[in-house]
């Protein structure tokens, strides 16, 4: 039983239908709703890797923008760095719902997976046992329906009902950058063919290409703050003073079609494993948008929850889930605390702490003087393949 279809829920069930496992999706929202919701869209080249090896990144393949360079803007000047000279590998840019897109037809047409959306009020039973449950109401009759199974991927997100399963059990360690990002998604190409960082004395702003038409923007604000508060023109002047700098071109305006603030904290629920349910992504784990991780995190969790489920089912080896919460947890402490680093380069200089804004900038500029700074920096961006 997989509960959620997100990318982490939908890439379980299509590894376990690959090995010939029979198991259910449950998703509260619709299928029109899942693949329609625009979040994430750059993925770390080993998890693109990943998803080929279990053929699920035929149209990414064809359709994703290789990213080779980003570009930090900080005292008025433009630093163009260029991963891909140094490292020789590349980011991909790819927007979440087209992912899930994919992953619904793949594993529902393809590989003949079953999911019911639009259910409600899931619930868990008898996660300590040998034949766990889980039951839901169902959309069309209104009934409670009763599912038994032999194991449950929690996969139903930070607002999900499978972590709240393993509270008082598991330890929850939580951080609070106690900033907010306005998150942008203005209808207009990209104003730069790459990501752009902008690190400024009234706050970070942050241009992420998405596709020729979509373009994704962040301005840094108070945490709670409302987006009502953010007209039209005060998003894009806002955008104009803080990714300003010499000899950049001037931002391609549009109108907003996506506009919300988005409290910037982190949390990591450990163990990720509890009887016979086993959290992946963000049921598990919160990793703020700032390093543009929690995806990448969700689909490295999935490769292995998938991978060690089948195992486990079909030739009875238990190696992959008795090991599954403490090799992912290292990678998701490794990713959160980059995250921590990658924060403080971007907002220390906006805090009007002039120490905070003299640190902050020492590691920007050594981001440009240090060759083993720039290697250290593009491993920790681009994400690892190795094993945790
Ligand atoms: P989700 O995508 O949240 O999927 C969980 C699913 O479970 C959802 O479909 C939900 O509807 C469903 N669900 C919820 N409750 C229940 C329930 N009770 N029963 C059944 N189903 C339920 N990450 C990156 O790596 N790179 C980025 O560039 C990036 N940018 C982001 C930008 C924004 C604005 C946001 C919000 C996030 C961004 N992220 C990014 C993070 C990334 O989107 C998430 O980490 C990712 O969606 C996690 O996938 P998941 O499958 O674990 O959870």
């Not at 979040?39 to 994703?64: T, W």
């Not at 360079?69 to 927007?95: I, N, Q, S």
């Not at 987006?227 to 998003?235: A, Q």
Request: hydrophobic fraction near 40%; charge should be neutral; charged fraction near 25%.
């Amino acid at each position: 039983m997989v509960v959620g279809a997100g990318p982490a829920g939908l890439t379980v069930g299509c590894v376990l239908r690959a090995a010939g496992v029979d198991c259910l999706v449950l998703e509260t929202e619709t299928r029109e709703f899942v693949e329609g919701r625009p979040r994430a869209g750059v993925i770390e080249e080993p998890v693109v890797r990943g998803l080929e090896r279990r053929g699920l990144a035929g149209n990414l393949l064809e359709r994703a923008r290789r990213d080779t360079a980003c570009e930090f803007r900080f005292d008025g000047e433009r630093h163009r760095f260029g991963f891909h000279e140094l490292t020789g590998r590349h980011h991909w840019v790819y927007p979440q719902q087209l992912l899930v897109t994919d992953l619904v037809r793949e594993y529902t047409d393809v590989r003949g997976g079953a999911v019911r959306f639009g259910v409600r009020d899931v619930r868990l039973h008898g996660l300590d046992g040998d034949r766990p449950s889980v039951s839901y109401v169902c959309p069309e009759s209104g009934r409670r329906e009763v599912v038994g199974c032999d194991f449950v991927a929690g996969c139903d997100g930070a607002r999900g009902v499978t972590r709240a399963a393993v509270a008082g059990r598991a330890r929850v360690a939580r951080h609070d950058y106690g900033i907010g990002w306005l998150a942008l998604l203005a209808e207009a190409p990209p104003s730069a063919d790459r990501v752009l960082f902008g690190c400024h004395p009234d706050g970070f702003a942050g241009q992420m290409p998405r596709s020729p038409e979509v373009t994704r923007y962040y301005l840094q604000c108070p945490p709670g703050d409302e987006p009502e508060n953010w007209p039209h023109e005060r998003v894009w002047a806002e955008l104009r003073r803080r990714l300003g700098a010499a000899g950049a071109e001037p931002l391609t305006e549009g109108r907003l079609i996506e506009k919300r603030v988005l409290d910037m904290h982190d949390y990591v629920t450990e163990p990720m494993a509890f009887g016979r349910l086993y959290l992946a992504g963000d049921a598990a784990h919160l990793v703020a948008p700032i390093a543009a991780k929690g995806l990448n995190l969700a689909l490295h969790d999935a490769f292995a929850l998938g991978d060690a489920l089948a195992a486990r089912l079909l030739k009875g080896d238990g190696t992959g889930l008795a090991g599954y919460s403490e090799s992912c947890l290292r990678r998701v402490w490794d990713y959160q605390e980059f995250s921590q680093w990658l924060s403080e380069l971007y907002h220390g200089g906006a805090g009007g702490d002039p120490f905070r804004a003299g640190t902050a900038l020492a590691r920007l500029r050594r981001l440009f003087s240090s060759p083993a700074a720039a290697a250290a920096f593009a491993e920790r961006y681009l994400g690892t393949a190795a094993r945790y």
